[in-house]
């Protein structure tokens, strides 16, 4: 059976939720023994198809990576990013969407940047069987609203707004709440007030939970690196020393060696 929301939700001020982005079967199925939930972020924008924020992504390409996701996996609950796009318009708008995603990718919950003005739509979701983790703080999608990826919450009306934010979307109903980039401070006030198991990302261990895109933990994604990124491995030195390694071999007639090629064919007698 796999971990379900309200699994998640009951493990609130427990032991740690651990979660990581994932977008391939391949990846899922590396990961999905270690972690409670595996994230198909819209991250895989930037991460994977090399656009410089997350709005170019489309409804499709999520949709084509939550299915694989799915199928790499069988133990963690699966969280699916609703696109840019795809659930500001309405709450009818955004469910139709979900509706659409869940069918068609077979996860268990979706998420969605916003705060109070989203509230209404986690309501609506939640009211007509689709589970909602919110994302509230730094949201990547508002990255034109905001003016950049600062972390927010310095400011105390800053502050005051993201925890306002939190306290909307928990009461609403979501079942678990992502909050990125902000201050330690700041995370743990929300822990603390809201209902939701908050998942930290940049927000300090006073969350319920964390999650880290997975290719920034394995040094696989490095055109910028995040301070709040702990590097578990560094895989991109290591695809490059292969890549390195095989060309020479290709180049000096070293690969393929004999063990590699299909024996000459016999001669019949
Ligand atoms: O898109 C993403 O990967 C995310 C998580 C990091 C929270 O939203
Ligand atoms: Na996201």
Redesign the pocket.
């Known amino acids: 059976m796999r971990v379900s929301c309200p699994e998640l939700t009951a493990r609130k001020g427990g032991e740690p939720i651990v979660?990581l982005?994932a977008y391939t079967a391949p990846m899922a199925q590396l990961l999905d023994p270690h972690v409670d939930l595996l994230?198909?972020?819209?991250?895989?924008g930037m991460?994977l198809y090399g656009f410089d924020s997350?709005l170019p992504v489309t409804m499709d390409m999520m949709i084509a990576h939550g299915a694989a996701v799915r199928r790499g996996s069988q133990h963690a609950c699966i969280v699916i990013?609703l696109p840019f796009g795809s659930y500001q318009e309405s709450a009818e708008q955004a469910y139709r969407n979900a509706v659409r995603m869940m069918q068609e990718t077979g996860c268990s919950a979706v998420?969605m940047?916003g705060g109070r003005d989203l509230a209404p739509t986690v309501e609506f979701f939640v009211k007509r069987g689709i589970p909602v983790m919110g994302?509230v703080g730094l949201m990547?999608q508002s990255v034109n609203v905001q003016g950049g990826y600062r972390a927010r919450g310095r400011a105390t009306d800053e502050a005051a707004a993201v925890m306002a934010d939190a306290i909307a979307i928990s009461e609403a109903g979501a079942f678990a709440i992502?909050v990125?980039g902000v201050m330690e401070q700041l995370a743990e006030a929300i822990t603390a007030r809201v209902a939701a198991p908050t998942?930290g990302?940049g927000a300090s261990a006073g969350c319920d939970g964390q999650?880290?895109?997975v290719d920034d933990m394995l040094g696989l994604f490095s055109s910028f690196r995040p301070r709040f990124v702990k590097r578990y491995a560094e895989l991109g030195e290591t695809v490059s020393e292969a890549a390195q390694a095989y060309a020479a071999d290709v180049r000096s007639r070293r690969f393929p060696g004999p063990e590699h090629i299909f024996g000459s064919i016999k001669k019949s007698s």
Not at 39 to 44: A, E, H, R, T
């Open positions: 979660c982005t994230m198909v972020g819209d991250s895989l991460v997350t990013d998420k940047e994302h990547p992502v990125e998942i990302i999650v880290l895109v």
